[in-house]
């Protein structure tokens, strides 16, 4: 049995939650539509040394308060300066758009700024995959 790829969410607040995105595109948008509460919707693409990273957020982001949080990791990791809106999933990419596992750099970077940011700890909590 291999590991599942996993991925990040930063909501709000700065909690940080480790996501299973599952095995199969299906398994994995229905996953990261869950930690999203919303229809997951791609906000950019980031050329990472350790491959390509994507950020997800909500189809109705802009609804939601701004994401200190997630606009620094995603400055920090590469991307220009944005405001994010609402939780964000951070997950690495596939040249054909597979979602794969992020980086252990850019997870240990996702830890450095939500404990920097956040007044209270970062929870790093498991959430199981679909079903």
């Not at 997951?40 to 957020?57: Q, S």
């Not at 994401?67 to 951070?90: I, R, T």
């Amino acid at each position: 049995m291999t590991d599942q790829p996993h991925a990040i969410r930063i909501d709000i607040t700065g909690a940080l939650r480790e996501i299973s995105l599952g095995d199969t595109p299906r398994d994995q948008a229905r996953t990261v539509s869950r930690a999203l509460l919303d229809a997951p919707a791609v906000i950019r693409r980031l050329d990472h040394p350790d491959g390509a990273i994507v950020l997800i957020g909500g189809k109705n982001r802009d609804r939601h308060q701004p994401n200190l949080y997630a606009s620094l990791l995603s400055h920090s990791l590469g991307g220009p300066v944005e405001d994010l809106h609402g939780p964000v999933v951070f997950a690495s990419v596939t040249s054909t758009d597979h979602l794969v596992s992020l980086p252990d750099s850019a997870l240990a970077e996702a830890q450095e700024i939500c404990a920097k940011a956040s007044p209270a700890p970062c929870r790093d909590t498991n959430e199981k995959g679909a079903s």
